[in-house]
Nanobody
Framework: QVQLVESGGGLAQAGGSLRLSCAAS????????MGWFRQTPGIEREFVAA????????FYADSVKGRFTISRDNAKNTVYLQMAKLKPEDTAVYYC????????????????WGQGTQATVSS
């Protein structure tokens, strides 16, 4: 059983940056694909980014490509989401998630979830 705890959300101005972290415990972190999703009220959870077990492959939604960077530190059991050039439409609750085997952009394919962290971008 994997437990995930996100941190680093907050308030930023448009054009600014935020860095989210997700600390994992209770499993072998390096065996999990890690993903970031986001959700706003009334909208289905949306894929943001994912990273393979050893960090060699990364995947991004078109809406964040070139602005967000996902990375991981397996020694620290932590995955990060560096968000830059923020836009008001990036405002959401951000969740990290974990799954075995291969990357997926479908939230239903992930087995473990954090509680979420709010990121708000003002215009």
């Amino acid at each position: 059983q994997v437990q995930l705890v996100e941190s680093g959300g907050g308030l930023a101005q448009a054009g600014g940056s935020l860095r989210l972290s997700c600390a994992a415990s209770g499993g072998t972190f390096s065996t999990y694909v890690m993903g970031w999703f986001r959700q706003t009220p009334g909208i289905e959870r949306e894929f943001v980014a994912a990273i393979s077990q050893l960090g060699g492959n990364t995947f991004y939604a078109d809406s964040v490509k070139g602005r967000f960077t996902i990375s991981r530190d397996n020694a620290k059991n932590t995955v990060y989401l560096q968000m830059a050039k923020l836009k008001p439409e990036d405002t959401a609750v951000y969740y990290c998630a974990a799954r075995k085997f291969t990357h997926s952009s479908k939230w239903g394919d992930y087995n473990y979830w954090g509680q979420g962290t709010q990121a708000t971008v003002s215009s």
